[in-house]
């Protein structure tokens, strides 16, 4: 099917975040759209899927005006799209997933539901047992599912949004086969990516945004990587995070932040069995490893909001295996959680009443004219968008993420961060590693979970791989490369860099 | 109590249960929508009375029942208006409406107390009503406790096997997913909420068109708040749910009885016991998800702590993941 | 460059009309809202009583007017607001920190019944000793009831409104118990409680009428601390951290847990508090009805007022003059006195559909 898009917009408040989009694609072809972090790509997928409503313009689908109103009408008209996220629902089963609303035409019945999923998974090669429960599904696999489940929807023209975010390699390659074979059999893929190489792989033409605006359509591929990286990032360029120097390694007498001894810690079916390991001061260390292997343990172990079922574990030397999070905030340690309106921060309450919560010293009455003199500070020296009474919830990722560090006592010596720079744009996330690495100079230990691999190289100092709940040793980062790290992510050659029980 | 007084009050504990089915399964339905109906209380009195009030105009039970379902469904319509298309919170209104509906009905129903009204006739059923034993205690009955029998697998095939029932689920559990699926989300759980109320609407004229056959003030105050304890007791599962409800009948009719077998424990104890049962069952259910409960029992001697951590993790069953909370469109 | 003189205009030419919108919009909003809650609630109320067969401009006559005809009215409409104060205040605690108290009935009634206990055993201490002794108790039953919820909603993860009611249907048994059991008049036991106080227990009041002036004032201070804590002090701020978001509040360094159980324990010290203004100071005896309904009230009026604790003095009174007003209405009319429930509850109702609305706008 063919996709005509004329001048298409779609404003939230006073951001234009698509603007005059005209675009087409081919029925047949794998198209690529291009963009840094908030380029206005997924904006532009959700308008296709009738996820989102456009302000004006309109879309053709073969030549004909489409609706594109809401989801029924772009899934009617043959549009359907795999969210970055996936869209299922975790309480239910993969079948029950695949058969969930589904048009009864595609599938009659729930009998019939399987057999397809059966035989869709043996067509693509995918791994998707229908009776599995969808919480023990990998995001690749979910994403196997949604991209099944569209299919037999009868869908012909397929979008997908970061689709290879949080899975193997593995599955990037079965993937990648999969959408080649659905062009062949004359489907239209859309493949919005924030990564040149897989686009470079797999797509016939190339289309690039750029704060909501074309600055490339349908470019044929390949293309000189340079230009491609121009036009996404304007006359700057691309920004190749430079690598970091070496934190200057501490004297060996000093006390680690944190040493672990034989440390089992437990959630729910997933453990970390087993863990010995020390934390010296002043060094950034990276957590890497697929969704859900074990990071978010540590890191929550670590900040004393989790506590092991077995093991010794000393912060400073003292030994705070059943202490309170109290303890270790009293210490100095302090978390920051991925995501920043679940329990990072308290969306409704302002910049200045957050200082006021975290201060230390305080009476029993509040000195409002004092913190917001603070928050005027920190706004200041964090560069935060934001005046001392705006509540939190309303400034942007960015703008957030640089609040919670601003939070963050002048005491800390040890700092979890999990996914420091995620769905944050270039800019925004080197604001925050600098932050983040000026900390580390003045002593501080910060251990930090990322999904991105350029992040995690350029940034820590040592790095643990987590895979199926097993931890490498701390590996020194200078001598890691990002192909290695996808091996040991995957499992490959683990075992010599698993740190030996004991 | 001899063989024949056992089977009577089996038959009564599943009679006296019928009203509390119909409401919980109305209130499953409209949970498993991921809308909270706390208006249940009041909205069952209220419409106990009108089931009544039209009853004895009309001299018709049908239309007493149709009434009856016509008020619980425009309670939900009013709940449906403020918290889905408002998006406030549904606690607020659900309780608001509980107390506006319990005074609606004291002040509309004050020229109908202890008057004489209509009833759902009796109607066992030939032939099984003679079987022994189920005889007794399953067919001499009337059409409305059947009724409440056939209710229960039916709502669980609807919920469990069918098609709609499972995007009804989803509505319950992910809404932005069926929203991304071209479900229409919010018509969808209008409509099962106004399903729901209907059933507890049923439910309320279940008590003054058959078990108790009259109105008075507040006579049935405080069930309504029972039967929505006994869905989360339920697990939002139409068979455990169900009984929950007649484990609580059968608690009620012990009540009655022990007054007389036991004359020296004063009667507010028996009155009180049901809720503090409630309570106790609810603490019971939510325990699985306990930190300081688990680490309790795993203290206790091998042989006992294994057999207590399984019953407790089957009867702790999570809620639908997004109950209660209005559905935004992207 | 051009544009730029223009755009740095702008601001100049600003101020008047931001300024008059700035007021004019708050005052259009406030129009629509009144709007919405005074038509809406008239509208329905009326209809209910036109379907009862009432005037209804009589009705509202009486209702309106009732609470306001004689001292002795205006007497009830204060011993009524003085404990539906306490009980709106503690409520705004509570609803500060995310829960909905709704276990504040039973707390009412144990407050009532511990308040009770020193005025029984000890009737021969001076009586100011005995009231500063039944007060205390009443505060300290409301509050070890009011933890009993956050035992259950902390500790073992059951629903405060379940949690709740469950408590308050409990303390009614217990306080049926006691009146018909070990309190019960010599003679005969009845529904109309226990045997009256003797006189000298009562809390004075003035000449002829029965306003106890020490009740309205117990409750003004109440607020007054309620008011200065959630919205001077550093524990209010973090009990509305706590509510708004637990999670995160722990994480910044709250003792968010401690702050819910101190809000609930705050909220039922002074519905006990209220309790024991109950037998003090009106019905001089532990009655089944000793609550009479006012902690729900307590609940509209907070549900009404959003948690502002500004307003909550005079919803109270109008509430509370709504309740005194319609008590004539059988004897007069010949209709049920529940509609002052009705019009209550229809006022809170509207309350919300009209924030919902603005909240749309």
Same mark, same amino acid.
């Given at each position: 099917?063919?996709?005509?898009?004329?001048?298409? =917009?779609?404003?939230?408040?006073?951001?234009?975040?698509?603007?005059?989009?005209?675009?087409?694609?081919?029925?047949?072809?794998?198209?690529?759209?291009?963009?840094?972090?908030?380029?206005?790509?997924?904006?532009?997928?959700?308008?296709?899927?009738?996820?989102?409503?456009?302000?004006?313009?309109?879309?053709?689908?073969?030549?004909? !005006?489409?609706?594109?109103?809401?989801?029924?009408?772009?899934?009617?008209?043959?549009?359907?799209?795999?969210?970055?996220?996936?869209?299922?629902?975790?309480?239910?089963?993969?079948?029950?997933? &695949?058969?969930?609303?589904?048009?009864?035409?595609?599938?009659?019945?729930?009998?019939?539901?399987?057999?397809?999923?059966?035989?869709?998974?043996?067509?693509?090669?995918? =791994?998707?047992?229908?009776?599995?429960?969808?919480?023990?599904? =990998?995001?690749?696999?979910?994403?196997?599912?949604?991209?099944?489940?569209?299919?037999?929807?009868?869908?012909?023209?397929?979008?997908?949004?970061?689709?290879?975010?949080?899975?193997?390699?593995?599955?990037?390659?079965?993937?990648?086969?999969?959408? $080649?074979?659905?062009?062949?059999?004359?489907?239209?893929?859309? &493949?919005?990516?924030?990564?040149?190489?897989?686009?470079?792989?797999?797509?016939?033409?190339?289309?690039?945004?750029?704060?909501?605006?074309?600055?490339?359509?349908?470019?044929?591929?390949?293309?000189?990587?340079?230009?491609?990286?121009?036009?996404? &990032?304007?006359?700057?360029?691309? !920004?190749?995070?430079?690598?970091?120097?070496?934190?200057?390694?501490?004297?060996?007498?000093?006390?680690?932040?944190?040493?672990?001894?034989?440390?089992?810690?437990?959630?729910?079916?997933?453990?970390?069995?087993?863990?010995?390991?020390?934390?010296?001061? /002043?060094?950034?260390?990276?957590?890497?490893?697929?969704?859900?292997? /074990?990071?978010?343990?540590?890191?929550?172990?670590?900040?004393?909001?989790?506590?092991?079922?077995?093991? $010794?574990?000393?912060?400073?030397?003292?030994?705070?295996?059943?202490?309170?999070?109290?303890?270790?905030?009293?210490?100095?340690?302090?978390?920051?959680?991925?995501?920043?309106?679940?329990?990072?921060?308290?969306?409704?309450?302002?910049?200045?009443?957050?200082?006021?919560?975290?201060?230390?010293?305080?009476?029993?009455?509040?000195?409002?004219?004092?913190?917001?003199?603070?928050?005027?500070?920190?706004?200041?020296?964090?560069?935060?968008?934001?005046?001392?009474?705006?509540?939190?919830?309303?400034?942007?990722?960015?703008?957030?993420?640089?609040?919670?560090?601003?939070?963050?006592?002048?005491?800390? =010596?040890?700092?979890?961060?999990?996914?420091?720079?995620?769905?944050?744009?270039?800019?925004?996330?080197?604001?925050?590693?600098?932050?983040?690495?000026?900390?580390?100079?003045?002593?501080?230990?910060?251990?930090?979970?990322?999904?991105?691999?350029?992040?995690?190289?350029?940034?820590?100092?040592?790095?643990?791989? &987590?895979?199926?709940?097993?931890?490498?040793?701390?590996?020194?980062?200078?001598?890691?490369?990002?192909?290695?790290?996808?091996?040991?992510?995957?499992?490959?050659?683990?075992?010599?860099?698993?740190?030996?029980?004991? | 109590?001899?063989?024949?007084?056992?089977?009577?009050?089996?038959?009564?504990?599943?009679?006296?249960?019928a009203p509390l089915i119909f409401a919980t399964m109305g209130e499953t339905i409209t949970e498993r929508a991921?809308?909270?109906?706390?208006?249940?209380?009041?909205?069952?009195?209220?419409?106990?009375?009108?089931?009544?009030?039209?009853?004895?105009?009309?001299?018709?039970?049908?239309?007493?029942?149709?009434?009856?379902?016509?008020?619980?469904?425009?309670?939900?319509?009013?709940?449906?208006?403020?918290?889905?298309?408002?998006?406030?919170?549904?606690?607020?209104?659900?309780?608001?409406?509980?107390?506006?509906?319990?005074?609606?009905?004291?002040?509309?129903?004050?020229?109908?107390?202890?008057?004489?009204?209509?009833?759902?006739?009796?109607?066992?059923?030939?032939?099984?009503?003679?079987?022994?034993?189920?005889?007794?205690?399953?067919?001499?009955?009337?059409?409305?406790?059947?009724?409440?029998?056939?209710?229960?697998?039916?709502?669980?095939?609807?919920?469990?096997?069918?098609?709609?029932?499972?995007?009804?689920r989803a509505l319950g559990e992910r809404p932005t997913t069926a929203y991304a699926r071209g479900v229409p989300?919010?018509?969808?759980?209008?409509?099962?909420?106004?399903?729901?109320?209907?059933?507890?609407?049923?439910?309320?004229?279940?008590?003054?068109?058959?078990?108790?056959?009259?109105?008075?003030? %507040?006579?049935?105050?405080?069930?309504?708040?029972?039967?929505?304890?006994?869905?989360?007791?339920?697990?939002?599962?139409?068979?455990?749910?169900?009984?929950?409800?007649?484990?609580?009948?059968?608690?009620?009719?012990?009540?009655?009885?022990?007054?007389?077998?036991?004359?020296?424990?004063?009667?507010?104890?028996?009155?009180?016991?049901?809720?503090?049962?409630?309570?106790?069952?609810?603490?019971?259910?939510?325990?699985?998800?306990?930190?300081?409960?688990?680490?309790?029992?795993? +203290?206790?001697?091998?042989?006992?702590?294994?057999?207590?951590? +399984?019953?407790?993790?089957?009867?702790?069953?999570?809620?639908?993941?997004?109950?209660?909370?209005?559905? %935004?469109?992207? | 460059?051009?544009?730029?003189?223009?755009?740095?205009?702008?601001?100049?030419?600003?101020?008047?009309?931001?300024?008059?919108?700035?007021?004019?919009?708050?005052?259009?909003?406030?129009?629509?809202?009144?709007?919405?809650?005074?038509?809406?609630?008239?509208?329905?109320?009326?209809?209910?009583?036109?379907?009862?067969?009432?005037?209804?401009?009589?009705?509202?006559?009486?209702?309106?007017?009732?609470?306001?005809?004689?001292?002795?009215?205006?007497?009830?409409?204060?011993?009524?607001?003085?404990?539906?104060?306490?009980?709106?205040?503690?409520?705004?605690?509570?609803?500060?920190?995310?829960?909905?108290?709704?276990?504040?009935?039973?707390?009412?009634?144990i407050g009532a019944v511990l308040a009770m206990v020193p005025l029984r055993l000890l009737p021969d201490l001076?009586?100011?000793?005995?009231?500063?002794?039944?007060?205390?108790?009443?505060?300290?039953?409301?509050?070890?009831?009011?933890?009993?919820?956050?035992?259950?909603?902390?500790?073992?993860?059951?629903?405060?409104?379940?949690?709740?009611?469950?408590?308050?249907?409990?303390?009614?048994?217990?306080?049926?118990?006691?009146?018909?059991?070990?309190?019960?008049?010599?003679?005969?036991?009845?529904?109309?409680?226990?045997?009256?106080?003797?006189?000298?227990?009562?809390?004075?009041?003035?000449?002829?009428?029965?306003?106890?002036?020490?009740?309205?004032?117990?409750?003004?201070?109440?607020?007054?601390?309620?008011?200065?804590?959630?919205?001077?002090?550093?524990?209010?701020?973090?009990?509305?951290?706590?509510?708004?978001?637990?999670?995160?509040?722990?994480?910044?360094?709250?003792?968010?847990?401690?702050?819910?159980?101190?809000?609930?324990?705050?909220?039922?010290?002074?519905?006990?508090?209220?309790?024991?203004?109950?037998?003090?100071?009106?019905?001089?005896?532990?009655?089944?009805?000793?609550?009479?309904?006012?902690?729900?009230?307590?609940?509209?009026?907070?549900?009404?007022?959003?948690?502002?604790?500004?307003?909550?003095?005079?919803?109270?009174?109008?509430?509370?003059?709504?309740?005194?007003?319609?008590?004539?209405?059988?004897?007069?009319?010949?209709?049920?006195?529940?509609?002052?429930?009705?019009?209550?509850?229809?006022?809170?109702?509207?309350?919300?559909?009209?924030?919902?609305?603005?909240?749309?706008?």
């Open positions: 099917m063919d996709v005509q898009i004329r001048n298409l =917009t779609k404003t939230f408040g006073s951001l234009r975040a698509n603007d005059a989009i005209s675009l087409s694609f081919a029925a047949g072809n794998i198209h690529g759209i291009l963009g840094e972090n908030g380029a206005g790509k997924s904006t532009l997928m959700k308008l296709l899927a009738g996820f989102l409503q456009r302000d004006s313009g309109e879309v053709l689908l073969d030549g004909q !005006p489409a609706s594109l109103h809401n989801p029924a009408a772009s899934l009617a008209a043959g549009v359907g799209m795999v969210h970055q996220d996936p869209m299922d629902v975790p309480a239910f089963s993969a079948l029950e997933n &695949f058969f969930c609303a589904s048009p009864r035409s595609a599938l009659p019945s729930l009998a019939v539901a399987r057999q397809r999923l059966t035989q869709l998974n043996q067509q693509f090669g995918f =791994t998707v047992a229908p009776d599995q429960p969808l919480a023990r599904l =990998t995001v690749g696999q979910r994403q196997q599912l949604e991209i099944m489940r569209l299919l037999a929807c009868g869908v012909k023209v397929l979008i997908l949004d970061e689709p290879t975010t949080g899975i193997t390699a593995a599955q990037k390659t079965a993937l990648f086969a999969a959408l $080649r074979r659905l062009t062949a059999q004359g489907e239209t893929v859309l &493949f919005v990516s924030h990564k040149l190489d897989e686009v470079a792989d797999l797509c016939q033409t190339v289309s690039i945004l750029r704060s909501g605006r074309v600055v490339g359509a349908q470019l044929p591929m390949p293309q000189p990587q340079a230009e491609l990286l121009k036009l996404m &990032f304007g006359q700057a360029g691309a !920004p190749a995070p430079p690598r970091q120097a070496a934190a200057p390694p501490a004297p060996a007498s000093a006390v680690p932040v944190w040493q672990l001894h034989q440390i089992t810690v437990r959630e729910g079916a997933l453990s970390v069995p087993n863990l010995t390991l020390s934390l010296p001061r /002043g060094c950034v260390v990276g957590l890497c490893g697929l969704d859900g292997s /074990g990071q978010q343990l540590l890191l929550r172990l670590l900040a004393g909001r989790l506590h092991p079922e077995r093991g $010794r574990l000393l912060l400073h030397g003292t030994d705070v295996t059943r202490a309170p999070y109290r303890a270790f905030r009293a210490a100095g340690v302090e978390y920051l959680p991925a995501d920043r309106m679940h329990d990072g921060v308290i969306g409704a309450m302002t910049l200045t009443e957050h200082l006021l919560l975290t201060s230390e010293q305080h009476g029993l009455i509040i000195n409002r004219a004092d913190a917001r003199t603070q928050a005027e500070t920190a706004i200041a020296a964090y560069n935060i968008k934001a005046t001392p009474d705006t509540p939190l919830v309303s400034l942007s990722g960015g703008n957030q993420q640089r609040a919670m560090l601003a939070l963050l006592s002048a005491e800390c =010596t040890g700092l979890l961060f999990d996914q420091p720079t995620r769905s944050l744009d270039v800019v925004s996330a080197r604001a925050i590693w600098q932050r983040l690495l000026h900390r580390r100079a003045a002593g501080t230990t910060i251990v930090f979970a990322s999904a991105d691999f350029d992040e995690l190289l350029a940034y820590s100092d040592l790095l643990l791989v &987590f895979f199926a709940g097993r931890v490498s040793r701390l590996l020194p980062c200078p001598t890691m490369t990002a192909a290695r790290l996808a091996e040991l992510i995957g499992g490959v050659g683990f075992a010599e860099v698993a740190a030996h029980g004991g | 109590m001899d063989t024949q007084q056992i089977l009577i009050n089996l038959a009564a504990i599943l009679a006296g249960a991921g809308v909270v109906n706390l208006s249940l209380d009041g909205k069952m009195l209220l419409s106990a009375m009108t089931g009544f009030a039209v009853g004895v105009h009309t001299q018709n039970v049908l239309l007493g029942f149709v009434a009856a379902a016509g008020v619980g469904m425009l309670v939900a319509l009013v709940l449906c208006f403020v918290s889905l298309g408002l998006r406030l919170s549904q606690t607020a209104v659900g309780f608001v409406l509980a107390l506006l509906c319990t005074d609606l009905s004291s002040f509309l129903g004050n020229s109908y107390v202890r008057v004489p009204g209509v009833a759902v006739p009796a109607m066992p059923i030939p032939v099984l009503q003679d079987l022994p034993i189920l005889g007794k205690i399953l067919f001499q009955h009337d059409l409305l406790i059947y009724a409440s029998f056939l209710l229960v697998p039916l709502v669980w095939w609807f919920l469990f096997r069918t098609r709609a029932g499972l995007t009804l989300v919010l018509p969808l759980q209008l409509f099962y909420v106004l399903l729901g109320g209907a059933l507890v609407g049923i439910a309320g004229a279940a008590y003054t068109l058959d078990l108790k056959q009259g109105w008075s003030y %507040r006579h049935i105050a405080g069930t309504g708040w029972i039967a929505l304890a006994i869905v989360i007791f339920g697990g939002w599962n139409p068979w455990r749910v169900a009984f929950g409800c007649y484990l609580f009948g059968a608690l009620q009719i012990f009540a009655t009885r022990s007054q007389n077998l036991l004359p020296n424990i004063p009667t507010q104890i028996f009155q009180v016991a049901p809720f503090a049962l409630m309570i106790l069952i609810l603490v019971l259910v939510n325990a699985g998800s306990n930190p300081t409960l688990q680490r309790w029992i795993e +203290q206790l001697p091998a042989p006992l702590s294994k057999p207590v951590q +399984q019953v407790l993790a089957r009867l702790n069953t999570a809620a639908p993941a997004a109950l209660g909370q209005p559905f %935004r469109r992207p | 460059m051009a544009d730029k003189p223009t755009t740095e205009a702008v601001p100049e030419a600003l101020p008047a009309p931001a300024a008059l919108r700035a007021l004019a919009l708050p005052a259009a909003h406030l129009l629509t809202s009144a709007g919405i809650i005074i038509g809406g609630t008239l509208l329905f109320t009326t209809l209910v009583l036109l379907a009862s067969g009432t005037s209804p401009l009589e009705a509202y006559r009486l209702i309106l007017s009732g609470a306001f005809r004689n001292p002795r009215t205006i007497a009830d409409l204060i011993m009524l607001t003085a404990p539906l104060l306490l009980c709106s205040a503690g409520l705004t605690l509570t609803f500060s920190a995310g829960l909905y108290n709704l276990g504040i009935e039973g707390q009412i009634v001076p009586p100011p000793m005995l009231w500063l002794l039944a007060l205390s108790a009443g505060a300290i039953g409301g509050m070890l009831w009011a933890l009993l919820v956050g035992v259950l909603r902390l500790s073992t993860n059951v629903n405060e409104i379940f949690a709740g009611l469950g408590l308050n249907f409990i303390a009614i048994g217990i306080t049926l118990y006691l009146v018909f059991g070990p309190w019960k008049r010599p003679g005969v036991a009845s529904m109309s409680g226990t045997e009256p106080l003797p006189e000298a227990l009562w809390l004075p009041t003035l000449a002829g009428i029965r306003l106890a002036p020490l009740a309205p004032i117990i409750a003004l201070i109440g607020m007054g601390v309620v008011w200065f804590a959630l919205t001077r002090t550093h524990w209010g701020l973090e009990i509305r951290a706590a509510g708004l978001n637990l999670a995160a509040a722990e994480r910044l360094g709250v003792p968010a847990h401690a702050r819910l159980f101190q809000s609930l324990a705050g909220c039922g010290a002074l519905a006990g508090l209220a309790g024991a203004l109950q037998i003090l100071a009106v019905y001089h005896a532990l009655i089944p009805n000793i609550s009479s309904g006012i902690g729900f009230l307590a609940l509209l009026v907070v549900l009404l007022v959003r948690s502002n604790p500004v307003w909550v003095l005079p919803v109270a009174i109008l509430f509370a003059s709504f309740s005194i007003g319609s008590i004539q209405l059988p004897l007069q009319l010949g209709i049920d006195s529940s509609i002052a429930g009705v019009l209550q509850g229809t006022l809170v109702l509207f309350a919300l559909i009209a924030q919902g609305v603005r909240g749309r706008g």
